[in-house]
């Protein structure tokens, strides 16, 4: 008798299980439903929603994506730049090899290139090939000669740190060859390419400290509008959740269609910004690199398979902003629905 009560007992509890999973599965079902048709009903509310949300949403793409560019190109500056000393005309190869070798010796020093006077005017040829005028006024030989004698032989140095220059400053201050054979009318080149990093690096600050200053304000906008548009769909459909509240309905079912229907704005407003920030960034494009800024780091992204990754990121970003929002509200109105019941007992 008591191995078919225990059988009878777990055949009510498997019947039960599969009637909770059935119930749970409808209720989602429902819920998800409902959203779509509250997201459609509130068209002009959710346009208005949408909007504001992918504009939070580009300013988030644009910041991300400038700061990246601008710090990228500074890096590759930092990587091209080096800096010149110029010495005097008609210094030997021999002089400029032994000053080579004694800058080679700091550990910050990555490069020497030596060039003589004869090598910099067969640059400055190379240079002007275009210039037929000129090609012609330098075909002389005592033109030649003149022109050599007037161009100073040069030694590049490329460094690890650009920052740190004390090395290279203490060997050119004290060192005797140096001091002997340097132009003194045309000083080593420390500062001329550095202000230009330092330049772009202020303005990949600016770029993000500005973005991020404008997403946290369209952010903020982003959220009070959802809320709102979702207190007004609450109050415009009070009357349904009354009669939710009197067939037995709990609040995460309530709840649930106002989620959806937040994060149904959400994830459109990620599709578009995504959108208009790819397609954007392909039309300047071409235009940045004409200014030779660096756009690779971005290009390695968006050109890969890692550009799915950051649509789904950018559409997650605008659930969750949606998830937020529509649940400060649908907070708010339960609490206050719950202590108005309190007081009318």
Same mark, same amino acid.
């Given at each position: 008798?008591? +191995?078919? =009560?225990?059988?009878?007992?777990?055949?009510?509890? =498997?019947?039960?299980?599969?009637?909770?999973?059935?119930?749970?599965?409808?209720?989602?079902?429902?819920?998800?439903? $409902?959203?779509?048709?509250?997201?459609?009903?509130?068209?002009?509310?959710?346009?208005?929603?949408?909007?504001?949300?992918?504009? *939070?949403?580009?300013?988030?793409?644009?910041?991300?994506?400038?700061?990246?560019?601008?710090?990228?190109?500074?890096? *590759?500056?930092?990587?091209?730049? +080096?800096?010149?000393?110029?010495?005097?005309?008609?210094?030997?190869?021999?002089?400029?090899?032994?000053?080579?070798?004694?800058?080679?010796?700091?550990? !910050?020093?990555?490069?020497?290139?030596?060039? *003589?006077?004869?090598?910099?005017? +067969? =640059?400055?040829?190379?240079?002007?090939?275009?210039?037929?005028?000129?090609?012609?006024?330098?075909? +002389?030989? #005592?033109?030649?000669?003149?022109?050599?004698?007037? /161009?100073?032989?040069? /030694?590049?140095?490329?460094? $690890?740190?650009?920052?740190?220059?004390?090395?290279?400053?203490?060997?050119?201050?004290?060192?005797?060859?140096?001091?002997?054979?340097?132009?003194? !009318?045309?000083?080593?080149?420390?500062?001329?390419?550095?202000?230009?990093?330092?330049?772009?690096?202020?303005?990949?600050?600016? #770029?993000? !400290?500005?973005?991020?200053?404008?997403?946290?304000?369209?952010?903020?906008?982003?959220?009070?509008?959802? &809320?709102?548009?979702?207190?007004?769909?609450?109050?415009?459909?009070?009357?349904?959740?009354? /009669? /939710?509240?009197?067939?037995?309905?709990?609040?995460?079912?309530?709840?649930?269609? &106002?989620?959806?229907?937040?994060?149904?704005?959400?994830?459109?407003?990620?599709?578009?910004?995504?959108?208009?920030?790819?397609? %954007?960034?392909?039309?300047?494009?071409?235009?940045?690199? !004409? $200014?030779?800024?660096?756009?690779?780091?971005?290009?390695?992204?968006?050109?890969?398979?890692?550009?799915?990754?950051?649509?789904?990121?950018?559409?997650?970003?605008?659930?969750?902003?949606?998830?937020?929002?529509?649940?400060?509200?649908?907070?708010? $109105?339960?609490? %206050?629905? =719950?202590?108005?019941?309190?007081?009318?007992?």
């Amino acid at each position: 008798m008591s +191995d078919s =009560k225990a059988k009878s007992t777990k055949q009510n509890l =498997k019947t039960m299980s599969k009637t909770s999973k059935a119930h749970k599965l409808r209720s989602t079902s429902r819920i998800f439903k $409902y959203g779509a048709i509250g997201f459609a009903r509130n068209v002009w509310l959710s346009i208005a929603s949408t909007l504001v949300m992918t504009i *939070t949403l580009v300013i988030l793409f644009v910041t991300i994506i400038a700061s990246a560019i601008l710090s990228s190109t500074a890096d *590759t500056m930092r990587e091209k730049i +080096d800096i010149t000393i110029y010495f005097k005309p008609g210094t030997s190869i021999t002089a400029l090899g032994e000053m080579a070798s004694v800058m080679s010796g700091d550990e !910050n020093v990555k490069s020497v290139e030596v060039s *003589t006077s004869e090598e910099e005017y +067969d =640059k400055f040829l190379a240079d002007n090939t275009d210039d037929q005028a000129l090609m012609s006024a330098l075909d +002389d030989s #005592a033109m030649r000669e003149l022109m050599i004698s007037t /161009m100073q032989a040069t /030694m590049r140095i490329k460094l $690890y740190d650009i920052d740190d220059l004390s090395g290279i400053e203490n060997i050119v201050d004290n060192n005797r060859i140096f001091i002997t054979t340097m132009d003194q !009318n045309k000083p080593p080149t420390y500062d001329v390419n550095r202000a230009e990093i330092e330049t772009i690096t202020s303005w990949a600050n600016i #770029a993000r !400290n500005g973005g991020i200053i404008l997403s946290i304000i369209f952010l903020a906008i982003s959220i009070l509008v959802i &809320f709102n548009t979702i207190r007004m769909a609450i109050f415009s459909r009070r009357e349904e959740i009354y /009669m /939710m509240k009197l067939v037995g309905a709990d609040n995460s079912f309530i709840r649930g269609p &106002f989620l959806i229907e937040a994060q149904i704005c959400g994830a459109i407003s990620g599709i578009i910004a995504s959108t208009i920030g790819y397609f %954007g960034f392909h039309a300047l494009a071409p235009h940045l690199k !004409n $200014y030779g800024i660096n756009i690779s780091a971005i290009t390695d992204v968006l050109e890969t398979s890692w550009l799915v990754v950051v649509f789904l990121v950018i559409i997650a970003i605008g659930i969750l902003i949606g998830t937020v929002s529509s649940s400060l509200a649908i907070h708010k $109105y339960l609490r %206050g629905n =719950k202590k108005r019941h309190k007081h009318k007992k």
